[in-house]
């Protein structure tokens, strides 16, 4: 393993190097629990007979730390097709001037607003000089659609390198925590792992609710006990971007709201420092982003370094970037393919960016078939490079690296309840030691995910790519056509885990190289449909925050403000409103007996559901009935309701036992005597696994 001196509360309290592990447990019982995760579980437990062996406390990735939701906001909501503005919605005309002005009148009063751009399509190119098409660099700025199936954000240009369609940051250029803005203040004692406090030789600059960055250095020693030699001496070390919750004086000591994911040595200069302000509680939502295809030939795995290029072009084009930016969120975002591209393509290159950003809630989103997938960087649907932030309900189709996590102040991020599928390439941790991230309730179909040695590449060696990170209960659908039949590999430097597979293609491959032994903990031998809990994430939320916050993991969510109907002579339409789920509903809308919806859903797994629909009823409500398949799931349901009331009811169960897309027609079949219309308010769909 190579010299190991200091590393003791760097990753973990022992290293028990000597113990045999990646060989799966023997069969249990159902259900069943991990050695790792006992029903008393608490934060810094570690397996007994093994202190190396341990979970994180995940529970603080998403918004606010998850003790909210992203709030809907109805408040100043400036409507671009309306005076002053006066938008074209018809992607005739170019208006990125417009609602770049919008953003910025939305941005210059207290408490931001919200920039709303109605149905039809918005044509945008960045402007000359500039590096995006739109920018929010306030904070308090929603950017919002009708629906992801109503509001389109075409961008126009076909040279995007290192552009951007939605950039969101206080500032134009890049920010960094590994860039000081105040005086370093070094730590006077080591932080170990998962450490929520402190020591430093003052406090007098850090005051209850102060944001900073813990960090150090990637010395020659520190690079030299991670196995990479002196490769990694030009990387910034690790750093947390933290808020100070308390304050000891007399002991000089800060207390953090968020645990460390690595230990920090004074040997590698730890220390403490402020850096410039993020952004908070801005978003986007509800709308579709596509982007103009590159016509310019060009297109291999190393033309984007080649000018002239297509691929030159596209290199690192990317549809939203969210960087230096705490508590944001982006949800109800798809991309489309605009209908001016003749090949089957949404985007140039990569999808939603998280950089330096922190506590951000990517939910309910939908990134598919990038342009150009070749080296350096181009491909990424979902690029994950801050920390403590969440990514659910989402799903990513045909990217080079689908889900990826890369550099070294990416920890604590929660993928949660996602799909993954056709990569061209692996989801995976990418590069240059993402310690501490966790990957749950992941659908792969046609997709392998990899937490793998990566030492041949990159200009600067991506080495061992990540530690303590969790793949927990994974849903292997459909093995990719390309490397063998393993659906997870795991090869991580130190301690790793793989707790829990289920579906058709279950195979791990927790195998080694010099730089990773001792093999992973691979707990597999019994079916994750029996795991308990479920879900790591949200065990976790509810026995910190004592209450439950997110839906069960056996829950497949469908928003309907996100599906588009592909049934004949649809006259629905979406809205946002404060008390739908996620702040967006369809209204089926129709004044007689014999209307359809239908909607076409991708399951993620073969089994039995539970159907679940969401519903706002009132007095001007239908009565309707769904059939999935052609098949009636349950009876008529009558949507009438003498006041307001959002309401779920569970129809029946459907079965499905192949992974091809499923009919879900929704028919007006009458209604009540009280009600005065035909119509019915679909929020969204639910799938139970039973």
């Known amino acids: ?86 938008a074209d919605n018809t992607g005739a005309s170019d208006v990125t001037a417009v609602l770049q002005q919008a953003l910025n009148d939305a941005g210059a009063v207290a408490g931001g607003g919200v920039v709303y751009l109605p149905r039809g399509t918005y044509r945008v190119a ?83 609710g102060s944001w900073v960055v813990v960090r150090a250095d990637l010395t020659a020693a520190r690079s030299g006990e991670l196995n ?54 801005v978003g986007i939502e509800h709308l579709s982003i596509g982007m103009r295809e590159n016509p310019t030939p060009g297109t291999r795995e190393e033309d984007h370094s080649v000018p002239g290029t297509g691929a030159y072009e596209m290199h690192d084009a990317a549809a939203v970037r969210m960087n230096h930016v705490v508590d944001g969120w982006v949800r109800g975002v798809n991309s489309y393919r605009p209908p001016s591209n003749t090949q089957d393509v949404h985007l140039l290159s990569n999808g939603i960016d998280l950089d330096y950003s922190r506590n951000v809630t990517v939910d309910a989103c939908q990134m598919e078939k990038p342009q150009y997938m070749g080296g350096g960087g181009n491909g990424y649907l979902y690029s994950i490079r801050g920390s403590d932030s969440l990514f659910k309900d989402s799903v990513a189709f045909g990217g080079r690296h689908n889900f990826d996590f890369r550099s070294m102040h990416t920890t604590g991020n929660v993928l949660f309840n996602n799909r993954s599928s056709n990569g061209d390439k692996v989801s995976d941790f990418h590069m240059h030691l993402s310690a501490a991230n ?56 130190g301690q790793g885990y793989v707790i829990g597979m289920r579906g058709s293609a279950t195979n791990v491959d927790v195998s080694v190289t010099t730089k990773t032994a001792p093999a992973d903990l691979a707990e597999v031998a019994t079916s994750g449909n029996e795991l308990v809990p479920q879900s790591l994430y949200v065990d976790q939320t509810q026995k910190r925050l004592g209450r439950a916050v997110e839906h069960d ?100 169960t459907v079965t499905f036992t192949d992974l091809e897309p499923k009919l879900f027609t929704f028919t007006v079949v009458g209604k009540n005597a009280a009600s005065t219309g035909y119509n019915v308010a679909l929020d969204a769909i639910r799938l139970v696994r039973r």
């Not at 992801?148 to 076909?158: D, H, K, Q, R």
């Not at 645990?259 to 993020?278: C, F, K, S």
């Not at 061992?464 to 292997?476: E, I, K, P, R």
């Open 1 to 86: 393993m190579g010299a190991r001196k200091g590393l003791q509360g760097l990753l973990g309290a022992g290293l028990g190097w000597m113990l045999a592990v990646g060989t799966p447990v023997a069969v249990q019982a159902a259900p069943w629990r991990s050695v790792l995760y006992p029903e008393g579980w608490q934060p810094g437990d570690t397996r007994p007979g093994n202190a190396s062996q341990f979970l994180h406390d995940f529970s603080y990735a998403g918004y606010r730390q998850r003790q909210a939701e992203p709030p809907v906001r109805m408040d100043r909501v400036l409507d671009v097709t309306q005076a002053p503005y006066f």
């Open 126 to 208: 960045p402007p000359t000089g500039k590096g995006y098409a739109l920018h929010i660099g306030k904070s308090n700025v929603v950017l919002r659609g009708q629906g992801a199936t109503a509001t389109f954000l075409y961008n126009a240009a076909t040279d995007m390198r290192f552009k951007r369609v939605i950039l969101v940051g206080p500032r134009e250029s890049t920010v960094s925590w590994t860039s000081a803005a105040t005086a370093s203040v070094a730590l006077t004692q080591d932080a170990p792992n998962q450490a929520t406090r402190v020591q430093v030789a003052s406090v007098a600059s850090f005051p209850v």
């Open 228 to 281: 990479m030699g002196t490769s990694w001496t030009s990387l910034p070390g690790p750093s947390f971007y933290r808020r100070v919750v308390a304050v000891d004086a007399a002991t000089r000591t800060l207390t953090l709201d968020i645990p460390l994911r690595q230990g920090l040595l004074m040997r590698d200069a730890a220390r403490v420092y402020g850096i410039p302000a993020h952004l908070t509680e």
């Open 438 to 493: 966790l990957v749950d309730n992941t659908t792969l179909y046609l997709e392998r995910f990899e937490a793998a040695d990566r030492t041949p590449y990159g200009s600067v060696s991506h080495g061992v790519t990540t530690t303590q990170s969790v793949f927990w209960n994974t849903n292997g659908a459909k093995p990719p056509a390309y490397g063998g039949s393993s659906m997870v590999r795991s090869q991580q430097y």
């Open 553 to 652: 993991a056996r829950a497949l969510v469908y928003q309907a403000e996100n599906l588009k109907p592909t049934s004949a002579g649809d006259l629905s339409s979406t809205t946002v409103e404060t008390g739908a789920e996620l702040g967006g509903i369809r209204y089926h809308n129709t004044n007689a007996v014999g209307a359809k919806v239908t909607y076409t859903l991708y399951p993620r797994t073969v089994g039995t559901f539970a159907v679940r629909v969401l519903t706002k009823r009132n007095s001007g409500r239908g009565q309707y009935r769904l059939d999935v398949g052609g098949v009636a799931v349950g009876g008529t349901r009558d949507e009438y309701s003498s006041g307001t009331a959002y309401a779920e009811v569970e129809l029946g």
